[in-house]
């Protein structure tokens, strides 16, 4: 007689064990402390700590002053809109990452539109935000110009703002301080220009991004005042702003006008306001053939910049990062946080840290190890659930 096939059953062990505790939770209709749940579970009190901070932290259980914890009703899942930058730009492709892993893994729906760099669609999407329902915002579009426009359709619906990167009225700011990653490009060019050039600086060229407004155009402010401070000689005439658009092209473009009215042999410095304009700058001296004058910082540390940097032969002499994975993360909660009535900071500044091919190796190894050691954690939290 053929024995019967056991049939496998295909479980979560720590989900089972989250389910326990909500079930225990359920049957009591009280309120419980960790040694309770851990006293009438068989679960082990580390398992059972973050359990309950996990159902706290989604909504499911609250947590009262005194340490206990008690069932609510389930909640309505949050919905963010999130609109991007561009999916054209390094920069914001890498903070659209970050959003929408810490959004799937903090439980809130997440709306994601393309701004497309393009300030008509991101009214347009603004209005599909409201027409969708969303519960907050989280807009990314730079041109000042548009702000106010964007801003007031979700003034009008009653609908949270956060606004990455370029203040919007009535909006809470998550971004860069422009001003300090700017003096932080300062001091790598003068680094530079001191070690290879023996502080010989003829001309210092700030890369703008006027439609960003004079937010981000601090950027350059903070740029040419580190620059002035370290080079006292310099004259105000020395210090020339060109307008880039934070694109490649544009800033292409405008290196070529500048490179025809530039004076020959002149060891110049270049504070771009982001990578993507450095790289155009790059473009234009190389083809120029005036590379070697030249030492170019930009800020966001994209892929490409990287790689120049990696090679430590070119005028990319370094960058700010500013550090996008943590953007996802923060976000979130604070926008957690804003639906849930807490009070937040009117500004919200991210970290960054300076790179340059010196450093780049050193850093590299740094984060492998720090994205290795959540997944070897996860590991062992699998084993031991």
């Known amino acids: 007689m053929a024995k019967a096939k056991i049939k496998r059953l295909y479980l979560i062990p720590i989900l089972s064990k989250a389910l326990d505790v909500i079930e225990l939770l359920e049957q009591d209709n009280a309120t419980l402390t960790l040694e309770d749940v851990y006293q009438r579970t068989n679960i082990s009190k580390t398992s059972i700590y973050r359990i309950l901070k996990t159902l706290v932290h989604r909504g499911y259980l609250a947590q009262t002053q005194n340490g206990q914890y008690r069932l609510v009703s389930r909640p309505r899942r949050l919905r963010f809109g999130f609109a991007v930058q561009s999916a054209e730009m390094p920069f914001s492709e890498a903070v659209a990452q970050s959003v929408s892993a810490a959004a799937a893994a903090s439980g809130v729906e997440l709306l994601m539109l393309d701004n497309r760099y393009d300030p008509d669609v991101a009214v347009h999407n603004a209005e599909e935000f409201v027409a969708k329902r969303v519960d907050l915002v989280l807009e990314f579009q730079v041109e000042e110009a548009a702000a106010p426009r964007v801003a007031h359709i979700f003034k009008k619906a009653d609908i949270p703002l956060v606004a990455i990167d370029v203040p919007h009225p009535n909006a809470t700011y998550f971004g860069v301080d422009n001003f300090e990653v700017g003096y932080e490009a300062a001091s790598i060019l003068a680094q530079y220009a001191q070690r290879k050039w023996k502080g010989s600086v003829d001309r210092v060229v700030g890369v703008g991004f006027s439609e960003a407004g004079s937010f981000v155009q601090t950027r350059i402010t903070g740029a040419f005042d580190g620059i002035r401070e370290r080079f006292k000689e310099l004259s105000a005439d020395r210090f020339v702003q060109i307008d880039g658009r934070g694109m490649r092209e544009a800033s292409y473009r405008a290196m070529q006008e500048y490179l025809q009215r530039r004076c020959a042999g002149e060891h110049t410095l270049v504070a771009a306001a982001n990578d993507t304009s450095a790289l155009g700058v790059l473009d234009a001296v190389r083809k120029a053939g005036v590379e070697p004058q030249f030492a170019i910082v930009g800020q966001d540390c994209i892929p490409e910049v990287m790689e120049e940097m990696r090679k430590g032969t070119g005028a990319i002499v370094g960058s700010i990062s ?13 926008g957690i946080s804003i639906l849930r009535g807490y009070t937040v900071p009117p500004y919200n500044y991210v970290h960054h840290r300076a790179i340059t091919p010196e450093t780049l190796g050193a850093v590299e190894k740094s984060e492998g190890a720090v ?13 031991a659930g």
Do not use: D, F, N, W
């Open 371 to 383: 994205q290795e050691a959540p997944a070897r954690a996860m590991a062992v939290s699998e084993a």
């Open 322 to 334: 500013h550090e996008p994975e943590t953007y996802g993360p923060r976000l979130i909660q604070l």
